[in-house]
C-alpha cells in the first residue's frame, strides 16, 4: 500500500505475527493443561482463539508474499477481507473466551493467569488487525478506480 508507507505495513506485520505467536502459544499451555489436569476436553473458545491464530499467521503469509510475487494474485479487496476476517476472528475468540473464564466458578494460579492474558492478547491481536483494515479501507477509498487496459479489453472480446 503505497498510502500507508512500507515501513508502516512491515510493522504492522510483525506486531500481528507476534501477537499470533504469543496467542498460540499461551492458548497451547492452556489446552495442555485442559488435556492433562482435567478430564473434561479443552473449551470450544480456546480452540477457536487457536484456529484465529493460526488463520492469522496463514493470513499474514499470503499478504506479505502474494503482493511481491504475483501483482494480479493479490488484489486489494481480498486483502482488505482477509484483513476483516483477522479482526472479526480475533474478536468473537476473544469475546467468547472471556465471556468462559468470567463464567468460571474458581479460576486460580497460574493456567488462570495464562488465559487472562491470552484474552488479553487476542483482544490486542484484534486491535491490530482492526488499525491494519482500517488502513487498507482508507486506501481503497482514496485510490482511483482502476480501469482495464486495452490488452485485457481485447482478451475480454475474443
Do not use: H
Not at 491470552?118 to 488502513?135: E, K
Amino acid at each position: 500500500m503505497a498510502a500507508m508507507g512500507r515501513s508502516t505495513t512491515v510493522s504492522l506485520r510483525i506486531f500481528q505475527a507476534v501477537l499470533a505467536v504469543a496467542n498460540l502459544g499461551l492458548s497451547a499451555y492452556v489446552i495442555n493443561w485442559y488435556l492433562e489436569g482435567t478430564r473434561r476436553g479443552s473449551p470450544s473458545p480456546l480452540n477457536f482463539l487457536v484456529f484465529a491464530a493460526c488463520f492469522s499467521l496463514i493470513s499474514l503469509l499470503y499478504l506479505e508474499l502474494a503482493p511481491r510475487f504475483f501483482q494480479r494474485g493479490a488484489p486489494l479487496y481480498a486483502i482488505f477481507t482477509l484483513e476483516v476476517l483477522n479482526a472479526l476472528f480475533f474478536f468473537a475468540g476473544f469475546i467468547a473466551y472471556s465471556i468462559f473464564i468470567g463464567n468460571l466458578s474458581m479460576c486460580q494460579g497460574i493456567v488462570c493467569g495464562a488465559s487472562r492474558v491470552d484474552t488479553v492478547v487476542a483482544a490486542a491481536a484484534f486491535c491490530a488487525w482492526v488499525a491494519s483494515a482500517a488502513l487498507t479501507g482508507i486506501y481503497l477509498l482514496r485510490s482511483p478506480p482502476r480501469r482495464p487496459d486495452d490488452k485485457s479489453m481485447a482478451m475480454q472480446a475474443a
